[in-house]
């Protein structure tokens, strides 16, 4: 088992930036990647960007290349990503992931981020 806390969302104004960390817990070295997830009102959950744990390698969903970053801190066994410009269509809650071998997916409850123009 994997236990996943986030936390860093918020209300943040056009153009503004937020970080938000995603602190990992219980069976850490399983964990093959970690990622970022979100989902708007009436929307399915996306992809945002994910990170391996061992090489550190990215992935990016397209609308966020150029404006969030997703890194890693394996002493501390947290991801975060970091968003900058954000837009309104940037508006969900975001969820953190962990994807384990053999293959599992966990997911934290995930944190509000709010883009006010």
């Known amino acids: 088992q994997v236990q996943l806390v986030e936390s860093g969302g918020g209300l943040v104004q056009t153009g503004g930036s937020l970080r938000l960390s995603c602190a990992a817990s219980g069976n850490i070295a399983l964990i093959d990647s970690m990622g970022w997830y979100r989902q708007a009102p009436g929307k399915q959950r996306e992809l945002v960007a994910t990170?391996?744990?061992?090489?550190?390698?990215?992935n990016y969903e397209d609308s966020v290349k150029g404006r969030f970053t997703i890194s890693r801190d394996n002493a501390k066994n947290t991801v975060y990503l970091q968003m900058n410009s954000l837009k309104s269509e940037d508006t969900a809650v975001y969820y953190c992931?962990?994807?384990?071998?053999?293959?599992?997916?966990?997911w934290g409850e995930g944190t509000l981020v709010t883009v006010s123009s």
């Open positions: 990170i391996t744990r061992r090489t550190g390698s990215t």
């Open positions: 992931n962990a994807r384990t071998i053999p293959w599992q997916n966990f």
